[in-house]
């Protein structure tokens, strides 16, 4: 018999742990190597400004796990305006030192707009180009460290 994967809602203490998965699967993406070209830092940056977002989403969202936290998925409610993350420029400094990654996310924030719809989700699993996704697999890409957002 296969094994079910269950699915459980992230707590506090998860959300390190998000931030880093995301950023373990956004981290070879071309996104990633756009928004912060040099591959040293690139994963510390990414965990730490995604760690932000995760835990503006445990706020203003809902964050799901695989019970083999393989996969998340982070989603924000879009039934009312979302006000920006608690001292996000400052944060955003932070994260993103001496980087030309802090303009760029910020200027991904300033100049986003409000999608319609009520929620906002992003699906991210570490399955890599070579590895065996199982039919339970979050619905979402398998090539190289998938990420997909709708």
């Known amino acids: 018999m296969d094994a079910v994967t269950r699915i459980r809602a992230a707590r506090w203490a998860d959300k390190d742990h998000v931030a880093a998965l995301i950023a373990d699967a956004l981290h070879p993406s071309p996104l990633a190597t756009w928004l912060i070209p040099d591959p040293g830092p690139r994963r510390r940056i990414l965990t730490d400004v995604l760690g932000i977002w995760i ?3 445990m706020f203003y969202g809902d964050i799901h796990l695989t019970d083999d936290d393989a996969a998340a998925t982070v989603g924000f409610h879009r039934y009312r305006s979302i006000p920006p ?17 802090a303009s760029t996310f910020s200027i991904g924030c300033s100049q986003r707009s409000d999608p319609p719809g009520p929620t906002t989700s992003w699906r991210f699993s570490r399955y890599g180009p070579t590895a065996q996704v199982p039919a339970t697999a979050p619905p979402c890409s398998p090539t190289t460290a998938a990420a997909s957002t709708t």
């Not at 993350?85 to 990654?101: C, E, G, I, K, V």
């Open 85 to 101: 993350p608690a001292n996000y420029q400052m944060r955003l400094a932070d994260a993103a030192a001496r980087t030309p990654a």
């Open 55 to 57: 835990e503006h989403a």
